[in-house]
Each structure stands twice: as structure tokens, then as C-alpha cells.
């Protein structure tokens, strides 16, 4: 059995930087046609110079595959409509981080007041800049997103004309706050339709599969599941593929981050054929990322075959998601 997919999307990606970048990025050029890229490196990119250089640093090593690095800005309330429409043409989106709620993001937001985010959100409302957020609260770990879902809903109703994407949601609330905003939309990843909080700790720690947010509840990942499968047209897929090196995940005080770029359409293949919706897998992959961000990313087929793959035991010194495991599809082709 084969599956093709047009122009894949991974629209919520952290491909680090240096010696990691050039693990990272190639294993993701292959088999997408594009990816979001995040901000969230050491410096964060905060100026038009760093974009660019970061932007040029992904191409190099990319060598020469076709793959387009959808560029994000890392929020800060200081941005203006002039700075913001000056460099407007080299970003696809600005992504917001509460202060310290994840990895490299201290810099980030404190407080949503209204007043200081006005003049950034108008501009970006303007100039028709999506905003992507990490929506937590530093409340307790398993009710920080739904704690955010009334700052998304306050954010979305001041100001109708930005597009709100609720980046790598997890939970049945997030899923209900959708439908509720015509300005609202969602990431969601491989991982989160797969594992629960009990995959993760229910029995001996899983550090591979810690993340932000963590996996919740078996009745949220089914609302996830509902909505990915069944193509909700607000609805993408964004891996939040976020790789730390092994010594930082095995370790005490082990980094947030699941790496599953190499692995993701694999597993989206294997979860959307076992609920009986394969034809369903393009929209959730390319279609409505191209709708919802209006872009036209480079055409890239990628051919799936029903045939046993292995996942590695790592990449470098990144340990993926089910290192050593067999999944049921790999990757055939790419054209
Ligand atoms: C991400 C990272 O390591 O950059 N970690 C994660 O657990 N997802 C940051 C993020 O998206 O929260
Ligand atoms: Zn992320």
C-alpha cells in the first residue's frame, strides 16, 4: 500500500542552531516542503539581522534540498508598526512565549495586559502577521493550558483581524475554544495524538517523552484525535520536533522536548490508517497550513509505503521519539 503527499507541512519546528542545526535541518528538508520555523535559540531572534543570518544559516545546511524555512520573530511588546513593516516580507509569523514557561523563553511575556500588547498586535493585525502562542500559565503543570484558554479568547476578541494560532494544543478545552473565535486556530503534533501523561509516567519516566505541554488526559487526546483526523479546517500539523542532546535529556533535570521530525509522517500515516481516515492525512499535513498562513510552499511529493521501518537509535547524539522501535509506514520516495 502507498500514500503520496503533496508539499508536507511542519508548521511549529525547532531546528536549533550550529552542529545541532546541521543534524536537524537536513533530516527535515527531506521529507517536508517547508516548515515554522521557531525563534527560540540563544539569542533569540528579536532583530531583521538575526532572522536573516538564522534563515541563511538553515539554507547552508540544507545543501541544496527543496525546503523554505518559514521564518518567525520572537515576540517582544516593543515591536512597532515600523519595524515590524519593514521587515514584513522575511517573516511568516511572530511567536509569543510566556516568560520562562519553556525551553529559552525568558525573555518572553509576563502578565497579558492589554494596554502593552496593543501596539505590536495592531501592527500585526495591520500588516496581517499571524501570531503563534505557547498558551501556559505557570499554574499546575496539568491545567497551565487550560488556565490560557481566556487570555486566547481575550486576545482573539480585542483584536479580530490578527490570527491567533494556539501552537501544539492539548487538551478539550483548546479544542472547544476553536470553534468559538473565527480569528482562532491550532497546531497539534505526532506526539500528542499518541501518548498520555501515563506513557510519559505511569510507569518507569519516560525523559524521550517530556515535553511542554505534557501529555494530558486519554479524553483530550481523543478530542485531538477527532479534530486531526477529521480534517477541522483550523487545524494543522505543527511537530513542535524539539531536540536536546542525550546528556541533557537522561540526566537529573531533564530538558522539555520530543524529537520526532524524521519520524512524524510514519506515525501520522499509521494513526490516521488505523482510524480509517488516510485521504485525510493531506489537509492536515499541507492543505490547511497553506489556507490558513496563505502561502505557497515548493512542490515536493512524498510517497509513503505500508513496509516495516526502523527507527535509529539516534541521530547524532539526539535520541527520537520510539529510537529502535518498527513503525508500520516509512518513507519510499521523495520527488
Ligand atoms: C521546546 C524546546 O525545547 O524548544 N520544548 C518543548 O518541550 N516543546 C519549546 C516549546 O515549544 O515549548
Ligand atoms: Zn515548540
Known amino acids: 500500500m502507498h500514500l503520496t503527499l503533496n508539499d508536507p507541512l511542519d508548521m511549529h519546528l525547532h531546528l536549533r542552531d550550529h552542529e545541532m542545526l546541521k543534524i536537524t535541518a537536513p533530516l527535515s528538508a527531506h521529507s517536508f516542503s517547508g516548515a515554522l520555523i521557531m525563534p527560540n535559540i540563544i539569542p533569540p531572534v528579536d532583530t531583521k539581522q538575526a532572522l536573516l543570518d538564522y534563515k541563511h544559516r538553515i539554507i547552508e545546511a540544507i545543501d541544496n534540498e527543496n525546503f523554505t524555512p518559514l521564518m518567525t520573530l520572537f515576540f517582544r511588546d516593543t515591536y512597532n508598526y515600523k519595524f515590524l513593516s519593514d521587515m514584513h516580507d522575511e517573516l511568516t509569523a511572530i511567536k509569543l512565549y510566556p516568560a520562562g514557561i519553556t525551553t529559552n523563553s525568558e525573555g518572553g511575556v509576563s502578565g497579558f495586559d492589554l494596554e502593552k500588547l496593543k501596539t505590536p498586535l495592531t501592527a500585526m493585525s495591520e500588516l496581517g502577521i499571524p501570531l503563534c502562542i505557547h498558551g501556559e500559565t505557570n499554574g499546575f503543570v496539568m491545567d497551565r493550558e487550560a488556565e490560557f484558554v481566556p487570555i486566547y479568547e481575550k486576545l482573539a476578541t480585542a483584536f ?123 489537509s492536515f499535513i499541507s492543505d490547511h497550513a497553506k489556507n490558513i498562513y496563505n502561502i505557497t510552499p515548493p512542490k515536493k511529493s512524498v510517497t509513503l509505503k505500508k513496509e516495516p521501518f526502523d527507527v535509529p537509535q539516534s541521530y547524532g547524539d539526539i535520541i527520537p521519539m520510539r529510537a529502535g522501535e518498527t513503525l508500520k509506514w516509512k518513507i519510499a520516495s521523495v520527488q
Open 160 to 282: 479580530p483581524q490578527l490570527k491567533i494560532i494556539m501552537e501544539h494544543i492539548t487538551t478539550k478545552e483548546s479544542v472547544q475554544a476553536l470553534d468559538r473565535h473565527a480569528n482562532l486556530y491550532a497546531t497539534i503534533t505526532v506526539h500528542h495524538l499518541l501518548i498520555t501523561l501515563d506513557d510519559v509516567a505511569g510507569g518507569m519516566l519516560k525523559p524521550h517523552l517530556f515535553c511542554k505541554p505534557i501529555a494530558k488526559r486519554s479524553e483530550d487526546r481523543d478530542a485531538l484525535i477527532q479534530v486531526a483526523v477529521n480534517a477541522h479546517p483550523k487545524v494543522m500539523f505543527g511537530s513542535d520536533s524539539a531536540p536536546h542532546p542525550k546528556s541533557a535529556k537522561e540526566c537529573c533535570g531533564c530538558a522539555a522536548g520530543i524529537f520526532t521530525a524524521p519520524i512524524a509522517l510514519p506515525l501520522l500515516a499509521e494513526l490516521f490508517e488505523a482510524h480509517d481516515k488516510l485521504d485525510n492525512l493531506q
